[in-house]
């Protein structure tokens, strides 16, 4: 079984909204944090957003705070990330992934399991 799959991803115009999905296996996503993370051509992988298994904090990106809501499904081994005020700069492969941690985590190396990655276009 694949561990985490996207989904969600499209061509979307400045302004607009997306929500993306990650689907996990039991064993990825129960007990763990989840992550988002996002690659621009030319640039190096950065955070987006994370949430803890323990109590369902986050953490953000500056970049987007108050646009993006990261969120869990823990009924569904689902993990979201909602998208809005979306902005050409947004444009990227989007990848999931499961943490070594319970808690929320920004580092790419506090992280396991990586999905195949969905891509998101925002036209201007």
């Known amino acids: 079984q694949v561990p985490l799959v996207e989904s969600g991803g499209g061509l979307v115009q400045a302004g607009g909204s997306l929500r993306l999905s990650c689907a996990a296996s039991q064993r990825t996503f129960s007990g763990y944090g989840l992550g988002w993370f996002r690659r621009a051509p030319g640039k190096e992988r950065e955070f987006v957003a994370s949430v803890s298994w323990l109590d369902g904090s986050t953490s953000y990106a500056d970049s987007v705070k108050g646009r993006f809501t990261i969120s869990r499904d823990n009924a569904k081994n689902t993990v979201y990330l909602e998208m809005n005020s979306l902005s050409p700069e947004d444009t990227a492969a989007y990848y999931c992934?499961?943490?070594?941690?319970?808690?929320?985590?920004?580092?790419?190396?506090?992280?396991?399991?990586w999905g195949q990655g969905t891509q998101v276009t925002v036209s201007s």
């Open positions: 992934a499961s943490s070594l941690r319970r808690t929320f985590a920004r580092a790419p190396s506090d992280y396991l399991y």
